[in-house]
């Protein structure tokens, strides 16, 4: 990892519009939870709200925000070649970036979910849901910051995946669960606390987000690399 590379990526997140579009998604959901949690003693209708709303729309849509501030724009506009121009690694490269979104994935989307999982007022559950979208957050920001460093469209792509394949075919079919990030997530929590399900078998939700997480990772720095050699954009 690059030091200097990590704070350019950063200051290039906290200097965006999607910064603030980024954290209004979990500040909102905070609040519409303590405003369920004011209006009904059921603390079933906070969970439900975790786990309908929060881990499968606002995580994912945090991770993504985060990886697309700190790699799409430089791509869109080009001047990722200038980054490129320096003896740096290419892999070294979006791996500096990949952890400044890991982190902000991290503390504004896992988070949220611990903030509003005490909300509710279970610690155990709470810190079920986080241990869940610690492992899913990995995951997401390595995929999307894959598709950051292939098309210029990574929000639209990334926002069907999340909504399409992770929200409405994740829930509905069985099967989709193991090729899921999301649910991978969930099993992992699963282990903290059983009021989270048990879509899959542990072994495979640990390496299947271990394979995603590298390879994402790895990806973005090969087609990095090949953005430098043919100076495509």
Known sequence: MNGTISRLALQALLGRRRF??????????????????????DPEVGWSMIATLAYPLVLPLVALLATSS??????????????????????????SKWVVAWAATMVVGAGSLLASGLIVGDARVALAWTVAGAVAGTAYSALFLALSAVTRHAVVVGLLFVLLWEGLLGGLLSGVAWLSI????????HEVSDQLVDPVNLPWAIGASVVVTLAGVWFAGDRLRSFALTGEE
């Not at 999301?182 to 929590?189: A, H, L, S």
């Open 20 to 41: 603030w579009l980024l954290l209004a998604f979990p500040v909102l959901m905070i609040a519409l939870t303590v405003l369920v949690n004011r209006l009904t003693d």
């Open 70 to 95: 700190v790699l799409g724009p430089e791509v869109d506009d080009g001047s990722i070649v200038y980054l490129l121009s320096k003896p740096v690694s290419r892999h070294t490269v979006a791996l």
């Open 182 to 189: 999301g649910q991978w997530g969930i099993r992992v929590g």
